[in-house]
Antibody
């Protein structure tokens, strides 16, 4: 059974760094064709892709946030960590991690429930 | 502003068939397969359709997907009250090396 769960602070002050952890089970990120990605959704707005890490260690970031994001893995702990620097109230959103499989046409086939992060103004 | 365009809302009565559209361009939908997700508030989004028209195991065959050119559609037949949710389309954006999404369609079962 594949599960993903996001964890991290619910409140982050402006200019601080956000660290979110995605803990997954039911698959190995070292299996060819597996990826874990981070996506966020500000209140009332659309889903926005942030970053992804592939089974071979390659990482990719959305262009607009590339300088603020870092994604890393701890394969022994089945975790993927996302850090976002210089947090701003505009970064208030629900943050999701999800699995992507090349075999499913690059679909996000399993998602976590999401974690709401608030950056007060 | 989402990259893919969906109607903000749709509705139907129990038993009816409803369709939800998703429009993109040649660099996203036109070049890649489309996926559909169902999202109930407070829960994890669920993959309903991948690769334009493939249902993952456990998804009822009431749900079907199609794609033509730079547009795609999700059809739900035999509408049930538990189908009330927000539905998102998604596809790959080559220039981004990542997925792009529609703004979501809130489905109401009257």
């Amino acid at each position: 059974q594949v599960t993903l769960r996001e964890s991290g602070p619910a409140l982050v002050k402006p200019t601080q760094t956000l660290t979110l952890t995605c803990t997954f089970s039911g698959f190995s990120l070292t299996t060819s064709g597996m990826c874990v990605t981070w996506i966020r959704q500000p209140p009332g707005k659309a889903l926005e892709w942030l970053a992804r890490v592939d089974w071979d260690g390659d990482t990719y970031y959305t262009t607009s946030l590339k300088t603020r994001l870092a994604i890393s893995t701890d394969t022994s702990e089945n975790q993927v960590v996302l850090t976002m620097t210089n947090m701003d109230p505009a970064d208030t959103a629900t943050y999701y991690c999800a699995r992507i499989r090349y075999a499913s046409g690059l679909a996000m086939d399993y998602w976590g429930q999401g974690t709401l992060v608030t950056v007060p103004s | 502003q989402s990259v893919l365009t969906q109607p903000p809302s749709a509705s139907g009565t129990p038993g009816q068939r409803v369709t939800i559209s998703c429009s993109g361009n040649t660099s996203n939908i036109g070049s890649n397969t489309v996926h559909w997700h169902q999202h109930l508030p407070g829960t994890a989004p669920k993959l309903l359709i991948h690769s334009n028209n493939q249902r993952p195991s456990g998804v009822p065959d009431r749900f079907s997907g199609s794609k033509s050119g730079t547009s795609a559609s999700l059809a739900i037949s035999g509408l049930q009250s538990e189908d009330e949710a927000v539905y998102y389309c998604a596809t790959w954006e080559e220039s981004l090396n990542g997925p792009v999404f529609g703004g979501g369609t809130r489905l109401t079962v009257l």
